[in-house]
């Protein structure tokens, strides 16, 4: 299943938490931006149907909707089998709805985080639980049926108490699909960087401590689960037919096609990325060069590997690489990190929590 991934790097505010190449910028940059985007699009030689179209950022919902069905049109397929956008809550209209459900959208990625008030407000965030329940009720008005809600295990503050909170919520809003990520330290975002240098803004002091965090996503499991929502991947729960067919597609090496500043590509051969700065994303595709910054041959065997088991199905090895991987498989099975099911390695319950130190051992191979 072959798909598409548009890069909209544009916000209202940017988040402290957030470590993607995105920002704040004028209207007039964001309307230089689609212009480009609209180029790229139109510039590219299709050498499969899409059958999945996600719209990233950012906060792509700030597109106007003229400008989108303009955007959406030039990309064959329509109607995909699904098309999903990400969405800021406290943003949505009735009109944005239905604009988007005509311009063929049928899902949509609300960065809800959190639903506790003052944790929402250490972020930068405006929005209140309250205004996600009113915007799921009108996307639902308008067609959009499948819903995705994002949740961040260990914002400042948050406790076990305030975590239960928001899973209700969730349970509350009857949700098909919940993503659940724990908190990302490093120096990309704002309260990373504040984290790791002590420091006590944006409520660095009050971020859960590194044993909090993991109980966090195991209770949010446990919630998940019991709530009838199947864990698939590891930051990903869904009800059944309701898993995201354009994510999946990245665990299952499957090709994709991106446009936009610091968007990825993959061929099924090649690796392929953007330039990361929006501003210079624009500047190349003005002087009609190519924007691409990064194009390099994939790395099969080992993908297959670590990409296959984010799937909590697993993944299924060709003689060839249980081979080459046999010790290091031995040993994490031994250490209870990674099980068989049947013919499929898998990460156990246990696994999943140290996930990273898995993949890292067959990425140095």
């Keep these: 299943m072959a798909g598409v991934y548009l890069s909209y790097p544009f916000c209202r505010q940017k988040c402290t938490y957030c470590n993607f190449a995105s920002g704040v910028s004028t209207r007039q940059a964001e309307r230089d931006y689609l212009a480009a985007l609209l180029e790229e699009i139109r510039a590219h030689a299709w050498q499969w149907r899409p059958e999945t179209v996600y719209l990233g950022g950012g906060s792509p919902d700030r597109i106007e ?3 989108l069905e303009t955007l959406l049109a030039g990309i064959p397929g329509r109607p995909w089998r699904e098309a999903t956008i990400e969405a800021a809550p406290g943003e949505i209209t009735p009109e944005k709805a239905q604009a988007w459900r005509r311009a063929g959208i049928r899902r949509a990625s609300l960065g809800v985080q959190s ?6 407000a250490r972020t930068g965030r405006r929005h209140t639980a309250e205004q996600v329940a009113a915007d799921v009720a009108t996307l639902r008005a308008s067609g959009i049926r499948s819903i995705n809600i994002d949740l961040i295990a260990g914002l400042p503050g948050q406790s076990i108490e305030s975590w239960r909170e928001s899973l209700d919520w969730v349970e509350r809003l009857d949700a098909g699909h919940v993503s659940v990520y724990m908190l990302e330290v490093d120096e990309d975002s704002r309260l990373g960087r504040e984290i790791l240098r002590g420091g006590s803004r944006f409520g660095a002091p009050e971020t859960p401590d590194e044993d909090l965090i993991p109980e966090l996503y195991e209770l949010a499991v446990e919630r998940l689960e019991r ?4 864990h698939y991947e590891i930051s990903n729960f869904a009800r059944p037919g309701e898993e995201s067919l354009h994510n999946l597609k990245y665990w299952r090496l499957e090709p994709y096609a991106g446009f936009g500043a610091d968007a990825h590509s993959f061929d099924g051969v090649q690796r392929i990325r953007n330039v990361e700065s929006a501003a210079e994303y624009i500047e190349r595709i003005r002087q ?12 099969l065997d080992e993908e297959s590997l670590f990409l296959g088991l984010r799937l909590l199905e697993g993944v299924r090895l060709p003689p060839e690489l249980r081979r080459r991987y046999e010790a290091p498989i031995r040993r994490f099975v031994e250490t209870g990190l990674l099980e ?5 390695l898998r990460l156990t319950r246990r696994g999943v929590l140290l996930s990273n130190e898995v993949f890292q051992e067959f990425i140095q191979i």
């Design 227 to 230: 709530a009838g929502f199947a």
């Design 65 to 67: 909707p003229e400008a």
């Design 340 to 344: 068989f099911r049947g013919e499929a």
């Design 288 to 299: 009609g060069r190519s924007p691409v910054a990064e194009q390099e041959p994939a790395r």
């Design 115 to 120: 639903f506790v008030r003052s944790e929402i």
